[in-house]
C-alpha cells in the first residue's frame, strides 16, 4: 500500500468517524440545551438521554401523513437529514482533514445548508395547512437573509488564507492565533454566531419550546410530520445546529482540532479532535443555552433588523479585513 | 512593545470601534446607548495609550487618561442622563412596603423605526471612509495608517445617526460618535494635536454635550414629552419657511 | 461711529505702544480678559448696575483695544505675539477686533434694557453675552488653528442659551438646532485641521500656527492638505452662514434676543468668515489656492440665491434680516473668492459696515417686536407715522443695509462688481447683480410695508412695559453706527490700514 | 328604604325596578345612558305565559366617568312579552352591550330583538335543534330534556375578506396546551391582520339552568365553579344579589373579609397571567419566577380559606376564613412580582414585544363596555369597588385598592397597569389583615333570616380581578332559585379583542391574547 493511497484512507476514516461523531453527539447537544435552560429556570430538567429516547420513540412509529400530502411528504424529511449527515461529513469538526474528491468549500457548504432549508420549507407547504405555509414562509425569509451573511462572514475568514475551504481556514486560525482576536476575524465570527442562531431558529428568532402556533417558525413546518419522518426532519435539524456551533467553537477556539498534516490524522490527534469537540461544543451549547435564558423572542419584523445587521458586521468583517487586518 | 503587538493592539482597539459605531446604529429605542459609546471611548483612550507607547510620548498616557475619564465615562453617562423631571413624581414610600420595592410604573418607551435602511448605510459609509482615506493613509505611514479609515467610517456613521436620528438622544449619541471619529482620525494620523488644543476641545465637547442635554429637556418641557432618549424631533417644525 | 469717535485715544494708544514691548501684549491680554472679568463681575457682584453695563463695558473694552492694537500693527507695525506664539495679532486680527468691538458696542448699547437686567435671568444673559465676546476675541487674537476652532466652538456654547433666552417651543427648537448644526459644522472644521496637521507632520514638522504655515510653507502633500483645507474651510463656512450649510442660521436670528441677534449677525459671521480667510491664505500659500477660491464662489453665489428667493417669500421680520445676513456674507464670500486687493478691501470694509447696520437694524426690529407684539411683516405698518422714535431709524437701517447711497455697503458692493470684472469674474457678477435686485426689491417692499404709509387702528391702549420701554431706549447707538456705517467708507485715512490687512490675507494687485 | 338610620349610605344600593313598555323602552334605555348609566346586563325570566325581561343599569358612585355628585343608581327596567308574540324593540344602537345580550336572549329565550343590526347566532351553534331554545320555560322533567343534536352543517358565517394577497388562518377550537376551546379566523396580509374572527361558546354548560331549584346556600358550590379561576368574584356577586333578594344584611366584619378575598384572588391570577405574557415573548425566566410566586398565593389561599382557588370562602350572609393571610408572604410575593416586572420592563427586547401592540382606543374601549383591567389600560376609569361599593369605605384600611389607569391601550399598558393592580392589592390584604387581627369592625347583629313573601330579586356587583361582574338572582316564593343570571367581564371583553388586533402581526396574537386573557367558561355558561 503506497503512502498516498493510505493517507486518501485516513482521510476517509477520519471523515467517517467526524460524521459518526456528530451524529451521535448531536441529541445530547439538544439534551444540553433543554438541560442548561431548566436550570437555570430552576427545573429539574428532563435528562441530556431525552432527546435520544424521542428520536428512538419516533424511528419506531409508522409515519402518517396528511390527507392531500404529496411525495414531498416523505422525500423531504429524506433530503433534511442527508443534508444534515453531508454537512456533518464536511464542515471541519472533528478534523479539518477532508478527502480530494469531496471539497469542503465555503460555496458548497453552504448550498448544502440550503438544500436542508428548501426541503424543509417544502415539507411544510405540502400538507397545505396554514401553519405550515405560514411557517415555511417566515422560515424561507429568514433563510434568505441567513445564507449572505453566513457566506459573507466565512468569505472573510477565508481572505487572510487565501482559500474559501473550511479546512483551511480553521487551520490558519489555528497556525496563527493572532488572527482570532483580529478585529476582521471578531467581526466576522460575531455575525456568524448570529446567522447561526437564526439559521438554527433559536431564541431570539424563533422560540423552539413553545406551543403558540401563531408564533412559530420551525415546528410549524414539521406539524404535520409525524414518526420516523419527524426522526428525520429532527435529527437533521439537529446536525445542523450541532455542526454549526461545533463550527463556530471551531473559529473561535481551534486549538485541538485534528489537522489534515502528512498523509491524514493520526488516530490520536482524531481521539484529541473528537474529545476538543464534544466539549468545546457542549461549552458553546452551554453559552447559547444560557444566553437565551436571559433573551425574549424578537419581534418578528425586528428580525430582519437583527439578519441586517449581522449581514453589516460581516461585510465590515470583509471590508475590515483589507482595511485594518 | 514592538511595532507588530502595537499595530495588532491598533487594529484590535480600531475595530472595536467599529463594532460600537455598528451595535449604535443597531440598537432599538429602547436600549441605552451607554455601553457601546463607553466601550468606544475606552478603545478610543487605549488607541490613544497605544500610541504613546508606540512613540515613547508620555504626554499621550496623560491624554489617553483624559480620554478615558471624558469618553469612556462622563459623555456616556450624560447622555443616558434622564433630566429628573422625567422620573415623575417620586411616590412616598408606603411604610408597609420595605423601601427597596419601587413601584411598577410604566417605562415611556415607543417602538421606533426600522433601523435597516440605517444598518445598510452605515456599511455603505464604511466602503466610503476607505475610499476617502485613501490619501491620508499614503502620508501616514505604519499601523495607525493602515487603521485611519475606522475614523473617517466614525465620522460618517455618526453623521448618519445624526441626520437620522429622531430624538435628542440618539442625536447626542452621532454627536459623540462623530466626534470619536475625529478624535480616532486625529490620533491615527498626527499621533494627537497639541496638549492645549486637545484640552481646548475635549472642554468644549463636554460643554456642547452639557448644553444639548439642557436643550433637550427644555425640549421635553416646551414639547411636552419625556420619552426617554426626548422628545421625537419630528415634532420640531414650529421654524420653517 | 466708534471707530471715529475712539480715533483719537487710539491714536494715543498706539504712540504708547511703540514705546514698549510690553503695551501690545498687555492690550491683547486686556482685550481678550477685560470680556471675561466683566462676566466674573457679574456673577460675583449681581447688582443691577453691573448687570445692566458690563456688556457695553466689555465691548468698549475690545474696541478701544482694538483700535489701538490695529494702529500699533498696521502700516508697517510688527504683529503683536504673545503667550508663547499662541496668540497673535497682526493688521487682519487687529481689524476684526475693531469690528468686533464697533458691532458689539452698537448692539450691546443699543440693546440696554433696565427691565431684562431687573430679571431673574438678567445676570445669566449678560454673563453669557460677556462669555461671547471673549470667546470672539479669542478665536480673532488666536494664532494656532487649534485655539481658533477652541474658541469658535466655544461662541456656539456661549449663544446656546441666548438663542434659547426667550423660552418657548420656537426658542428651544432654533437653539437646538442652532447647536448641532453650528457643531457638527465646526467639528468637520476640526477634521480638516487633523489632516492639514498630519499633513505638516508628515513634511517634517508639525505645526497648526497660521504664521509659521505661512512663513515656513512646509512641503505638504497636496491631496491630503488640501483635504483638510477644503473640509477647515467648509467647516468655518458653516459658523460664517454661507449656503448650503445656512440652515441653522435664520431659526437662530430670529428667535435670540434682539440684541444677540444683532451680536451673531453682525459679528459672529465675520469672525467665522475671519477663519475662513486664513485658510484661503494657506490654501494660496500651501498649494494654488483654487480649491477654497472655488468653494467660496460657489458658496457665495449659492448663499445669494438662498437669500434671494427666501427674502421675496419672507412674512417675519427678523428673518428676513437672518437672510439679509446670509446675502451679504455671500457677497463677501465672493469678494474674497474674487481676490483681489480691490475686491479684499472693499470685503472688509464691507464687514464693518455690514455689522454696525446690522446690529442697528436688529436692535430697531426689538424695538418694533416690543411695541408692536409681533415680528410678522403683514401685521406691522406705517412705523413711521406710529412710532417714529423706531421707524424712522429702523428704516434708516434697513435703507443701509439695502445698499442705498450714501450707505457704505453702496460703494462697497461697487467696488466689488469693478473688482469682479477685472478679475475676469464677469459672469458671476452679472449673476451678483441680478440677485442683489431681487433681494432689493423683496426687502424693500416689506421695508416700505412697514414704516411708510397708514398705520393701522390703535388696537391696546394700554402699552406693555417693555413697549414703554423700547420707545424711551437711547437712539445714540443706532445713530452713531448708521452715520459710521454711511461715512466710514469715505474715510480715506482708512486706506493705509485696509492695505495693511488686504497684504495679510494677500491681494493680488 | 331602610327604616334604620345608619351613618353611611345602605350598602350594597338596591336596585330600582321601574316597569316599562316595548314603546317606551328605547327611550327610557336613552334616558338612562344619558344620565351616566352603563348597561350591566339584561336578563330574561320565565313568567307564565311570558318572558320577563329585566334591563339593568347602574351608575357609578361619583368616579371620574360618573356625573359628578350624583350617587349610585342601580336601575332595572322590566317589560314582559308574550310568548306567542316574543319580540322587543333592539336597543343595540344605544348600547353594544345591550345589543349582544339580546342576542343571547334570542338563542336562549327565542325572544326576537327587532332591526337588530348584527342579527347573528351568538350562544346557539349550527348543530343545536332549530327552534330550541334551553332556557324557555320553567324547570320540569319535560323541558331539561336535551333533543338530539345534529351535525354542524351550516358553516359560521365568517365574514370573507377580499384582496389581493389576503388568506386565512384558523386556529383551534382545539388548541396546543392547557387551553379552552375557542375558534379563531384570521384574514391576514403578509403578516398584517386584517380581521379576526373569534367563535365561542364551545361548552355551553347550561349552569344558568343548573342554578334553578337549588336553594340560595347550595347555589354557591355552582357559583364557585363558574369559572376556576374567578371563585371569589363569583360567588360574591351570587352572595350579594341573594342577599339583597332575601333581604340579609351582612356584618361590616364579613363584608372586610370578602374584600380581602377578593385581592386575595386578584393576586395570584395577576401573578400568573404577568409571567403567561411573558412567556409569550420566551422570556421564559420571568414566567418561572412568577409561577413560583402563584404557587405561594395558592399555597397561602389554601392556609386562608381551605382550598386554593380560595372556595368556600365567601357564603350567602357572610365569609368565613380558617386564618387570616400570612402578611409577611403577601408582602413578599408582591414585593417579588414587582422586582421581576421592573426586570422585565428593563429588558429592551420585552419592552419592544409590548408596547404599541394590540392597541385598544379609549373610543372603542367606551362604545364596547370593556371593563376591568382592559379598560383601565386604555384610559378608561372603571372600578366596580370604588363606583359600586358593597363595604362601608370608611370601614376599608386606607380606603378601596386605588385603580391603575393607563391610556396607551397596548398589551405594556394592560401589563403594568395589572402589575400595579398586584402592588395595590397586596397592601390592601396586608392593611385588612391588620385591621382584622385586631378586632376590626365589630361583627354587628348577624343575618337576619328573612323568609321571602313572594318573588324576590336581588343584582350583586364585585370588580372580580377581571372586571365588574354582575350575578341577578330570582328567588321564588317557595325560597328557591327562580333565575340566576351570570355576566362575566369576558361577556363584554370578548368583542374588543378583535377591534385591538387590527394591524397587529399574526405571531403578536398569542401576546395579544394573553394579555387580555379573557375566560371562556365565564363567557360560555
Not at chain 1, 481572505?159 to 490558519?172: F, K, Q, R, Y
Not at chain 2, 426600522?114 to 499601523?143: I, K
Not at chain 2, 471619529?181 to 486625529?186: L, P, Y
Not at chain 4, 391570577?269 to 409569550?280: E, K, P, V
Request: with cysteine.
Amino acid at each position: 500500500m503506497s503512502g498516498e493511497v493510505a493517507g486518501e484512507v485516513r482521510v476517509v476514516v477520519a471523515v467517517v468517524l467526524q460524521t459518526v461523531v456528530v451524529v451521535v453527539a448531536a441529541p445530547f447537544l439538544v439534551g444540553v440545551l433543554r438541560q442548561v435552560r431548566a436550570r437555570w429556570e430552576g427545573r429539574v430538567g428532563q435528562g441530556l438521554l431525552q432527546p435520544w429516547r424521542d428520536l428512538v420513540k419516533l424511528a419506531r412509529k409508522e409515519p402518517l401523513q396528511a390527507s392531500g400530502s404529496t411525495v414531498v411528504a416523505w422525500v423531504a424529511p429524506v433530503v433534511v437529514l442527508g443534508s444534515g449527515l453531508l454537512l456533518a461529513a464536511l464542515v471541519p469538526t472533528v478534523t479539518t482533514a477532508g478527502p480530494a474528491r469531496l471539497p469542503a468549500d465555503l460555496f458548497v457548504v453552504v448550498s448544502v445548508l440550503l438544500v436542508g432549508t428548501v426541503a424543509l420549507g417544502l415539507l411544510g407547504l405540502d400538507a397545505g395547512s396554514a401553519f405550515g405555509g405560514m411557517g415555511s414562509s417566515r422560515h424561507l425569509t429568514i433563510a434568505a437573509l441567513v445564507e449572505p451573511t453566513v457566506l459573507l462572514a466565512v468569505y472573510a475568514l477565508s481572505v487572510p488564507v487565501g482559500s474559501t475551504a473550511l479546512g483551511p481556514i480553521v487551520e490558519g486560525r489555528l497556525a496563527d492565533p493572532g488572527r482570532v482576536v483580529a478585529p476582521a476575524g471578531v467581526l466576522a465570527v460575531v455575525a456568524l454566531a448570529i446567522a447561526v442562531v437564526a439559521e438554527t431558529a433559536r431564541i431570539p428568532v424563533d422560540n423552539p419550546s413553545t406551543h403558540l402556533e401563531l408564533t412559530m417558525v420551525h415546528e410549524a413546518m414539521v406539524l404535520e410530520s409525524s414518526g420516523r419522518d419527524l426522526a428525520a426532519v429532527e435529527l437533521g435539524s439537529w446536525l445542523r445546529l450541532s455542526v454549526l456551533l461545533a463550527l463556530v467553537a471551531n473559529l473561535v477556539v481551534p486549538w485541538g482540532v485534528a489537522t489534515a498534516g502528512d498523509g491524514g490524522p493520526g488516530l490520536p490527534a482524531l481521539a484529541l479532535g473528537v474529545v476538543a469537540v464534544v466539549v468545546k461544543t457542549a461549552a458553546s451549547g452551554v453559552v447559547l443555552a444560557t444566553a437565551e435564558v436571559f433573551m425574549a423572542k424578537l419581534r418578528l419584523f425586528r428580525v430582519p433588523e437583527l439578519l441586517t445587521g449581522s449581514f453589516v458586521l460581516a461585510f465590515l468583517a470583509v471590508t475590515g479585513s483589507y482595511v485594518i487586518g | 512593545m514592538s511595532s507588530g503587538d502595537a499595530s495588532q493592539a491598533v487594529a484590535l482597539l480600531a475595530g472595536l470601534e467599529l463594532l460600537t459605531a455598528v451595535l449604535l446604529a443597531w440598537r432599538g429605542p429602547a436600549s441605552s446607548p451607554r455601553g457601546p459609546l463607553a466601550v468606544q471611548g475606552f478603545a478610543l483612550a487605549g488607541l490613544v495609550a497605544v500610541i504613546g507607547v508606540a512613540e515613547g510620548e508620555p504626554v499621550l498616557w496623560l491624554v489617553a487618561l483624559l480620554v478615558g475619564v471624558l469618553k469612556g465615562v462622563v459623555l456616556p453617562t450624560l447622555v443616558v442622563r434622564r433630566p429628573s423631571r422625567a422620573a415623575g413624581p417620586a411616590a412616598p414610600p408606603a411604610a408597609d412596603r420595605p423601601a427597596t420595592v419601587r413601584p411598577v410604573v410604566r417605562p415611556a418607551v415607543v417602538r421606533g423605526r426600522s433601523r435597516v435602511p440605517l444598518l445598510l448605510g452605515a456599511a455603505g459609509l464604511v466602503v466610503v471612509a476607505y475610499l476617502a482615506a485613501r490619501p491620508v493613509t499614503r502620508v501616514v505611514t505604519g499601523a495607525t495608517g493602515q487603521a485611519l479609515p475606522v475614523g473617517f467610517a466614525l465620522v460618517l456613521v455618526g453623521f448618519a445617526l445624526l441626520a437620522t436620528g429622531r430624538r435628542s438622544q440618539s442625536q447626542l449619541v452621532g454627536f459623540l460618535v462623530l466626534d470619536n471619529g475625529i478624535a480616532t482620525t486625529a490620533f491615527l494620523a498626527t499621533g494627537g494635536v497639541p496638549l492645549v488644543v486637545e484640552l481646548g476641545v475635549s472642554l468644549d465637547v463636554l460643554l456642547v454635550v452639557l448644553v444639548l442635554q439642557v436643550l433637550g429637556s427644555r425640549i421635553d418641557t416646551a414639547f411636552g414629552a419625556g420619552a426617554p432618549g426626548g422628545t421625537d424631533l419630528d415634532q420640531l417644525r414650529e421654524l420653517h419657511d | 461711529m466708534a471707530a471715529v469717535l475712539t480715533a483719537p485715544l487710539a491714536a494715543g494708544l498706539a504712540a504708547g505702544f511703540t514705546a514698549g514691548p510690553v503695551v501690545g501684549p498687555a492690550l491683547v491680554w486686556v482685550a481678550l480678559l477685560g470680556p471675561a472679568l466683566c462676566a466674573l463681575a457679574v456673577l460675583l457682584l449681581r447688582r443691577r448696575a453691573v448687570v445692566l453695563v458690563a456688556d457695553v463695558v466689555a465691548s468698549s473694552v475690545v474696541l478701544l483695544c482694538g483700535g489701538a492694537l490695529l494702529a500699533g500693527v498696521a502700516d508697517g507695525g510688527a504683529a503683536v505675539v504673545t503667550a508663547g506664539g499662541l496668540l497673535r495679532v497682526d493688521p487682519l486680527a487687529g481689524y476684526l477686533l475693531v469690528v468686533v468691538g464697533a458691532v458689539a458696542l452698537t448692539a450691546t448699547w443699543g440693546g440696554l434694557s433696565p427691565g431684562r437686567a431687573r430679571s431673574r435671568r438678567g445676570g445669566r444673559y449678560t454673563t453669557l453675552v460677556c462669555l461671547f465676546l471673549a470667546a470672539m476675541v479669542l478665536a480673532v487674537v488666536a494664532d494656532d488653528l487649534g485655539v481658533t476652532w477652541v474658541a469658535v466652538e466655544g461662541t456656539t456654547i456661549t449663544t446656546a442659551f441666548l438663542v434659547g433666552f426667550a423660552g418657548g417651543r420656537r426658542a428651544v427648537e432654533a437653539a437646538w438646532k442652532y447647536v448641532v448644526l453650528a457643531s457638527v459644522g465646526v467639528g468637520i472644521a476640526f477634521l480638516g485641521l487633523v489632516l492639514l496637521y498630519a499633513a505638516t507632520r508628515a513634511a517634517g514638522d508639525p505645526t497648526l500656527s497660521w504664521v509659521r504655515l505661512v512663513t515656513d510653507r512646509p512641503a505638504v502633500d497636496p491631496t491630503v492638505a488640501r483635504m483638510g483645507l477644503l473640509l477647515a474651510a467648509l467647516g468655518f463656512a458653516t459658523k460664517a452662514g454661507l449656503a448650503p450649510m445656512h440652515a441653522w442660521l435664520p431659526d437662530a436670528h430670529s428667535q435670540a434676543p434682539a440684541p444677540v441677534s444683532g451680536l451673531m449677525s453682525g459679528v459672529l459671521l465675520a469672525v467665522a468668515f475671519g477663519a475662513v480667510l486664513r485658510i484661503q491664505r494657506l490654501d494660496a500659500v500651501l498649494l494654488d489656492g483654487a480649491a477654497v477660491r472655488t468653494l467660496l464662489l460657489v458658496g457665495g453665489l449659492l448663499s445669494l440665491l438662498v437669500a434671494a428667493v427666501l427674502v421675496v417669500t419672507q412674512r417675519d421680520l427678523k428673518r428676513m434680516l437672518a437672510y439679509s445676513s446670509i446675502e451679504h456674507m455671500g457677497l463677501v464670500a465672493v469678494a474674497a473668492a474674487v481676490g483681489n486687493r480691490l475686491a479684499l478691501a472693499a470685503m472688509l470694509v464691507h464687514l464693518l459696515v455690514h455689522g454696525l447696520a446690522k446690529a442697528s437694524t436688529f436692535v430697531m426690529a426689538g424695538r418694533v417686536l416690543a411695541v408692536e407684539g409681533t415680528t410678522a411683516i403683514a401685521d406691522v405698518h406705517g412705523l413711521v407715522r406710529s412710532a417714529p422714535r423706531i421707524g424712522i431709524p429702523f428704516l434708516a437701517g434697513a435703507v443701509t443695509l439695502l445698499g442705498l447711497p450714501p450707505s457704505g455697503l453702496f460703494l462697497t458692493e461697487a467696488a466689488l462688481v469693478v473688482a469682479g470684472l477685472r478679475s475676469g469674474y464677469g459672469w458671476a457678477m452679472a449673476i451678483v447683480l441680478v440677485l442683489l435686485l431681487v433681494v432689493f426689491v423683496g426687502m424693500g417692499r416689506a421695508v416700505i410695508a412697514m414704516t411708510l404709509g397708514a398705520p393701522a387702528p390703535a388696537g391696546s391702549s394700554e402699552p406693555a412695559a417693555a413697549a414703554t420701554e423700547a420707545l424711551s431706549a437711547p437712539l445714540a447707538p443706532v445713530a452713531l453706527a448708521l452715520a459710521a456705517a454711511c461715512l466710514l467708507a469715505l474715510a480715506t485715512p482708512l486706506a493705509g490700514t485696509l492695505d495693511s490687512v488686504v497684504a495679510v490675507i494677500g491681494g493680488a494687485p | 328604604m331602610s327604616a334604620t338610620p345608619t351613618a353611611g349610605p345602605v350598602l350594597p344600593q338596591p336596585v330600582l325596578s321601574r316597569p316599562t313598555t316595548r314603546e317606551a323602552l328605547r327611550a327610557d334605555v336613552a334616558a338612562l345612558l344619558a344620565d351616566g348609566h352603563r348597561m350591566l346586563l339584561v336578563v330574561a325570566e320565565n313568567a307564565p305565559g311570558a318572558v320577563r325581561l329585566g334591563y339593568v343599569l347602574a351608575r357609578p358612585d361619583g368616579g371620574p366617568e360618573g356625573p359628578s355628585g350624583a350617587g349610585e343608581s342601580r336601575v332595572e327596567l322590566t317589560l314582559e312579552v308574550s310568548t306567542d308574540d316574543a319580540w322587543v324593540p333592539t336597543i343595540a344602537d344605544l348600547s353594544y352591550p345591550g345589543g349582544r345580550f339580546e342576542r343571547e336572549i334570542r338563542d336562549l329565550f327565542g325572544v326576537e330583538p327587532r332591526d337588530h343590526p348584527l342579527p347573528r347566532r351568538l350562544v346557539r351553534h349550527a348543530h343545536w335543534p332549530r327552534a330550541w331554545h334551553p332556557l324557555l320555560g320553567e324547570r320540569s322533567a319535560q323541558t331539561d330534556v336535551v333533543p338530539d343534536f345534529g351535525e354542524d352543517l351550516s358553516a359560521f358565517p365568517f365574514l370573507e375578506v377580499g384582496g389581493d394577497g389576503v388568506y386565512e388562518i384558523p386556529v383551534g377550537p382545539v388548541h396546543a396546551g392547557l387551553i379552552e376551546p375557542g375558534h379563531f379566523r384570521f384574514s391576514v396580509v403578509g403578516e398584517t391582520i386584517v380581521r379576526m374572527k373569534a367563535r365561542l361558546w364551545y361548552v355551553h354548560r347550561g349552569v344558568e339552568r343548573l342554578f334553578e331549584g337549588r336553594t340560595p346556600d347550595d347555589g354557591v358550590v355552582l357559583a364557585e365553579r363558574i369559572s376556576g379561576d374567578t371563585a371569589v368574584g363569583h360567588t360574591l356577586a351570587y352572595a350579594l344579589a341573594c342577599e339583597e333578594a332575601l333581604g340579609l344584611v351582612v356584618p361590616q366584619r364579613d363584608r372586610l373579609v370578602r374584600a380581602l378575598l377578593l385581592e386575595l384572588e386578584r393576586m395570584h391570577n395577576h401573578a400568573a397571567d404577568l409571567g403567561m405574557i411573558l412567556n409569550d415573548v420566551a422570556f421564559g425566566l420571568a414566567n418561572v419566577h412568577l409561577q413560583r410566586v402563584r404557587e405561594n398565593l395558592l399555597r397561602l389561599n389554601e392556609s386562608v380559606t381551605g382550598h386554593r382557588l380560595l372556595r368556600g370562602g365567601v357564603r350567602v350572609g357572610g365569609a368565613d376564613v380558617v386564618a387570616l393571610p400570612d402578611v409577611g408572604l403577601v408582602r413578599a410575593a408582591a414585593a417579588d412580582v414587582a422586582e421581576v416586572v421592573r426586570l422585565a420592563l428593563e429588558h429592551p427586547m420585552v419592552l419592544d414585544r409590548l408596547v404599541a401592540t394590540a392597541v385598544l382606543g379609549r373610543e372603542d374601549a367606551v362604545r364596547m363596555g370593556v371593563l376591568g383591567y382592559v379598560a383601565r389600560a386604555s384610559g378608561v376609569d372603571v372600578d366596580a369597588r370604588r363606583d359600586h361599593p358593597f363595604v362601608d369605605p370608611a370601614a376599608l384600611p386606607g380606603g378601596p385598592p386605588a385603580p391603575a389607569v393607563d391610556s396607551e391601550g397596548d398589551v405594556l399598558a394592560r401589563f403594568t397597569v395589572r402589575a400595579r393592580e398586584v402592588e395595590a392589592s397586596a397592601r390592601f390584604v396586608v392593611a385588612a389583615t391588620e385591621v382584622l387581627a385586631s378586632g376590626g369592625p365589630r361583627a354587628s347583629a348577624g343575618p337576619q333570616s328573612a323568609a321571602p313573601r313572594g318573588i324576590a330579586r336581588g343584582l350583586g356587583i364585585v370588580e372580580a380581578w377581571r372586571g365588574l361582574l354582575c350575578h341577578r338572582v330570582t328567588v321564588g316564593a317557595d325560597g328557591r332559585l327562580a333565575r340566576v343570571k351570570v355576566v362575566d367581564p369576558s361577556f363584554m371583553n370578548w368583542p374588543a379583542l378583535p377591534v385591538a388586533l387590527a394591524d397587529t402581526i399574526v405571531p403578536d396574537f398569542p401576546l395579544a391574547n394573553k394579555s387580555f386573557n379573557q375566560s371562556y367558561a365565564g363567557n360560555d355558561l
